[in-house]
């Protein structure tokens, strides 16, 4: 059973305002974003900034809400906005049929927070500077913070660079709205401040933290997050010497049974290696201030007992069709259910907890994404919207896999054999008769083998619309799967039109919006 998890309190920065929110870890630890008796050393200057960095990158637009679903996932063939077909319809319309606007919502949330994340470090790293200039040097913790912001402003900027490709680079302190109105750089510039954030992150931030504070970035972080930008240009060698440096750094590991990774005994395994920490108290069951909505937008849309969530972000058909027969991953990826009047008996007898979700009449889905399903003990405890659920960004598995695909397209394709079987050894458990090791020495073969491999080991995570776009493959894919609206310039979202309107000109739009 997962244990309460303690909270902190920390404060919000925005472009030019302030707002308060609640952040959180850990599993029955003392309070974080506060000084406390022999905290000194542990955390350096300029902490409770860099707190608020890990509550904006676990926030609704960034990680956890229905804008994050729609621009990392239901681009995809194997997902789709789900819940009804009213909820939510113009951006079902945005993101599963390329119906592109300028002025959707989401995409302008999504840019919008990704930017505050962005600010912030800013903030930090000027701070930083600005006393080294003072006193000459910085302690250990301060080092450790200035990695942290270096780190969060590269997956700010990740964020931003795939999204939208061009896109302002900010890399300096705003002190008015004004500062930031400058024109796009090239997406290589923005590469090229990514590869020295992550650089400069790598340089200070530990291989572990203590127990208390579990959840923090760390060298591995940062690296793996450095060979998935890599990956993203197809910078084969640089994406294999980071996913290596990983591997070889013997701190992760694929010992976990895929069916307890996504429950919340799952959580901080051996194979995280970046995961937002969220929590749930007796006082505030329901606050997404301490937690995140990951669980409850993706929840079953029942009634009742089933009313678990929104029912969006929900599995295709061509998802359950993808996994090879036997596979386990696909009744640890697809959570069945019946809809309300529906027979129970039709669900699977593996479901977790020996539930028997049902869903309300009118829902457009099959599936729901088990990915995201709650422990029902800690549903009756707080609240059934799973605000303690913990948000895997990183896997080791995927770290594995870069290092497959990167070795295979340099050519070392004995070498990416052996880090897929890793992959699929652990899928398969102990039935030998399951997902028979790859031994091809084909590359081409090898390559169909890590592809289909990333699609079924990271299904209903993040970012396989953009496998398909890096692969050059995403319109053949989705008109293949019913998504013919898809064209060439839908790799990339339309600027903002409210930024493009506020900047009075200097934002351009990106080409043929």
């Given at each position: 059973?997962?244990?309460?998890?303690?909270?902190?309190?920390?404060?919000?920065?925005?472009?030019?305002?302030?707002?308060?929110?609640?952040?959180?870890?850990?599993?029955?630890?003392?309070?974080?974003?506060?000084?406390?008796?022999?905290?000194?050393?542990?955390?350096?200057?300029?902490?409770?900034?860099?707190?608020?960095?890990?509550?904006?990158?676990?926030?609704?637009?960034?990680?956890?809400?229905?804008?994050?679903?729609?621009?990392?996932?239901?681009?995809?063939?194997?997902?789709?906005?789900?819940?009804?077909?009213?909820?939510?319809?113009?951006?079902?319309?945005?993101?599963?049929?390329?119906?592109?606007?300028?002025?959707?919502?989401?995409?302008?949330?999504?840019?919008?927070?990704?930017?505050?994340?962005?600010?912030?470090?800013?903030?930090?790293?000027?701070?930083?500077?600005?006393?080294?200039?003072?006193?000459?040097?910085?302690?250990?913790?301060?080092?450790?913070?200035?990695?942290?912001?270096?780190?969060?402003?590269?997956?700010?900027?990740?964020?931003?660079?795939?999204?939208?490709?061009?896109?302002?680079?900010?890399?300096?302190?705003?002190?008015?709205?004004?500062?930031?109105?400058?024109?796009?750089?090239?997406?290589?510039?923005i590469y090229a401040l990514i590869?020295?954030?992550?650089?400069?992150?790598?340089?200070?931030?530990?291989?572990?933290?203590?127990?208390?504070?579990?959840?923090?970035?760390?060298?591995?972080?940062?690296?793996?997050?450095?060979?998935?930008?890599?990956?993203?240009?197809?910078?084969?060698?640089?994406?294999?010497?980071?996913?290596?440096?990983?591997?070889?750094?013997?701190?992760?590991?694929?010992?976990?049974?895929?069916?307890?990774?996504?429950?919340?005994?799952?959580?901080?395994?051996?194979?995280?290696?970046?995961?937002?920490?969220?929590?749930?108290?007796?006082?505030?069951?329901?606050?997404?201030?301490?937690?995140?909505?990951?669980?409850?937008?993706?929840?079953?849309?029942?009634?009742?007992?089933?009313?678990?969530?929104?029912?969006?972000?929900?599995?295709?058909?061509?998802?359950?069709?993808?996994?090879?027969?036997?596979?386990?991953?696909?009744?640890?990826?697809?959570?069945?259910?019946?809809?309300?009047?529906?027979?129970?008996?039709?669900?699977?007898?593996?479901?977790?907890?020996?539930?028997?979700?049902?869903?309300?009449?009118?829902?457009?889905?099959?599936?729901?994404?088990?990915?995201?399903?709650?422990?029902?003990?800690?549903?009756?405890?707080?609240?059934?919207?799973?605000?303690?659920?913990?948000?895997?960004?990183?896997?080791?598995?995927?770290?594995?896999?870069?290092?497959?695909?990167?070795?295979?397209?340099?050519?070392?394709?004995?070498?990416?054999?052996?880090?897929?079987?890793?992959?699929?050894?652990?899928?398969?458990?102990?039935?030998?008769?399951?997902?028979?090791k790859v031994t091809t020495i084909?590359?081409?073969?090898?390559?169909?083998?890590?592809?289909?491999?990333?699609?079924?080991?990271?299904?209903?995570?993040?970012?396989?619309?953009?496998?398909?776009?890096?692969?050059?493959?995403?319109?053949?894919?989705?008109?293949?799967?019913?998504?013919?609206?898809?064209?060439?310039?839908?790799?990339?979202?339309?600027?903002?039109?409210?930024?493009?309107?506020?900047?009075?000109?200097?934002?351009?739009?990106?080409?043929?919006?």
């Amino acid at each position: 059973m997962k244990q309460m998890k303690i909270y902190f309190w920390i404060i919000i920065a925005a472009l030019v305002s302030i707002v308060q929110i609640g952040c959180t870890d850990l599993l029955d630890q003392k309070p974080q974003g506060e000084w406390v008796e022999g905290d000194e050393g542990s955390g350096g200057s300029y902490q409770s900034d860099v707190f608020t960095l890990y509550a904006r990158v676990r926030g609704y637009h960034i990680s956890s809400g229905t804008t994050a679903l729609a621009i990392h996932s239901f681009r995809s063939e194997d997902a789709e906005k789900g819940s009804t077909a009213s909820d939510g319809a113009a951006h079902g319309k945005m993101f599963d049929d390329f119906e592109y606007i300028a002025t959707n919502g989401l995409i302008g949330s999504y840019w919008t927070s990704n930017y505050e994340i962005i600010i912030l470090a800013n903030k930090i790293l000027d701070d930083i500077a600005q006393s080294e200039n003072e006193k000459g040097t910085l302690s250990e913790g301060d080092l450790t913070n200035k990695s942290e912001a270096h780190f969060f402003r590269a997956y700010a900027f990740f964020n931003l660079v795939r999204a939208f490709g061009d896109v302002p680079k900010i890399d300096f302190r705003i002190e008015n709205a004004e500062d930031a109105n400058i024109p796009k750089s090239p997406a290589a510039e923005i590469y090229a401040l990514i590869d020295a954030d992550l650089t400069a992150a790598e340089e200070h931030l530990p291989q572990v933290w203590p127990p208390v504070y579990i959840g923090r970035v760390t060298w591995g972080a940062a690296r793996a997050l450095h060979a998935r930008s890599y990956m993203m240009r197809n910078d084969w060698s640089n994406m294999h010497a980071a996913a290596v440096d990983v591997i070889q750094s013997g701190h992760y590991n694929l010992s976990t049974p895929y069916n307890q990774i996504f429950r919340e005994t799952g959580e901080n395994s051996s194979e995280s290696v970046f995961e937002l920490q969220c929590t749930a108290t007796a006082s505030q069951p329901g606050s997404n201030d301490i937690g995140s909505q990951f669980a409850q937008v993706q929840g079953v849309r029942g009634a009742g007992e089933w009313n678990l969530g929104w029912g969006w972000h929900t599995p295709t058909e061509m998802m359950a069709e993808a996994f090879e027969a036997g596979d386990p991953r696909k009744d640890e990826t697809l959570l069945y259910f019946i809809k309300t009047g529906g027979d129970p008996s039709t669900i699977p007898a593996n479901q977790p907890y020996n539930e028997k979700p049902i869903a309300n009449a009118d829902v457009i889905n099959k599936y729901y994404n088990k990915k995201a399903y709650t422990n029902p003990s800690l549903r009756a405890t707080y609240t059934k919207g799973g605000f303690w659920y913990n948000i895997r960004l990183i896997r080791y598995s995927d770290v594995v896999l870069m290092a497959a695909e990167a070795a295979n397209e340099l050519g070392q394709t004995g070498q990416a054999m052996e880090y897929l079987e890793m992959v699929r050894a652990r899928a398969r458990g102990s039935n030998a008769s399951l997902l028979p090791k790859v031994t091809t020495i084909d590359q081409a073969e090898m390559r169909d083998a890590i592809r289909h491999e990333r699609r079924v080991e990271l299904g209903m995570e993040f970012d396989r619309f953009y496998d398909l776009a890096r692969w050059g493959i995403a319109r053949d894919v989705l008109h293949a799967a019913g998504k013919t609206g898809y064209q060439e310039r839908h790799a990339l979202l339309p600027i903002p039109q409210n930024e493009i309107d506020k900047s009075n000109g200097v934002l351009v739009q990106n080409p043929n919006y």
